[in-house]
């Protein structure tokens, strides 16, 4: 049994023109076979900017400290970075240029090999896991990304008292099930209709919001969660 862990950030704050203003949460999980849910996970909101390049370290940082956590024996980790599936941990600036990938990843791997190179040289030497860069490819990576968007409603729920309204960008093809207990995230590409992740809430959140989902006008593919106050 292959034990896989991995992390995402997303779900976006959105503006009145539907446009993001904040990434708000990163989620690291440890899945195992058949990978349609996490067995154990956590979350921390971050409220970085959408441009921000360190919240990849944020990613790195909530693997090892689930890790930590469970004290699990987990054989690889699976990194948001899509760099054709190579060991990141043994990357070198002076590689980069090899590889088989589009300029532009090139060049981004590039300006963000020298900040998280350390964590994961970390995660390789003390935690005896390789840091796989394989990106969207993932379905752990997905199932991180479905975490993120429950975390970013629950992230709404629990300030609308006092914001009174708030639009919450879902990561891309994602839709949310809330009951008066659960919020749920599934996704909405082919393939992928038995991935889920659910977290419990209080009840208590609910009362006296209102709720609605519907697509992003200005990112085909992507929802919104929609939230206020009766």
Do not use: W
């Not at 909101?45 to 004290?71: F, G």
């Not at 190179?117 to 990304?145: D, H, M, N, Q, T």
């Not at 975390?151 to 919450?168: D, S």
């Not at 994602?174 to 209709?193: F, M, N, W, Y």
């Amino acid at each position: 049994m292959v034990l896989i862990i991995s992390a995402d950030s997303g779900s976006a704050l959105l503006d009145g023109s539907y446009r993001p203003v904040k990434v708000l949460v990163t989620v690291a999980i440890i899945s195992e076979p058949p990978y349609r849910r996490p067995s154990s996970g956590l979350y921390k909101i971050i409220e970085r900017e959408p441009q921000d390049m360190t919240i990849i370290k944020e990613e790195l940082e909530c693997i090892m400290k689930l890790l930590d956590k469970t004290r699990r024996s987990v054989d690889v980790a699976h990194i948001d970075i899509s760099a054709g599936a190579i060991d990141l941990s043994e990357l070198r600036i002076e590689d980069i240029d090899t590889l088989d990938m589009p300029r532009h990843v090139r060049t981004y791997l590039r300006n963000l090999l020298p900040q998280i190179s350390p964590l994961l040289k970390r995660l390789k030497e003390e935690y005896g896991i390789s840091p796989i860069g394989i990106g969207k490819e993932s379905v752990v990576v997905r199932l991180a990304e479905l975490g993120v968007a429950t975390y970013g409603v629950l992230y709404g729920l629990e300030r609308i008292k006092r914001l009174k309204h708030i639009r919450i960008g879902l990561p891309k093809a994602v839709t949310i099930q809330i009951t008066d207990r659960s919020i749920r995230a599934k996704s909405l590409l082919p393939g992928e209709h038995d991935l889920e992740y659910e977290i419990k809430i209080d009840p208590s959140l609910l009362k006296n919001v209102e709720l609605s989902e519907y697509p992003n006008p200005i990112a085909r593919g992507f929802r919104v969660v929609e939230i206020r106050t009766q």
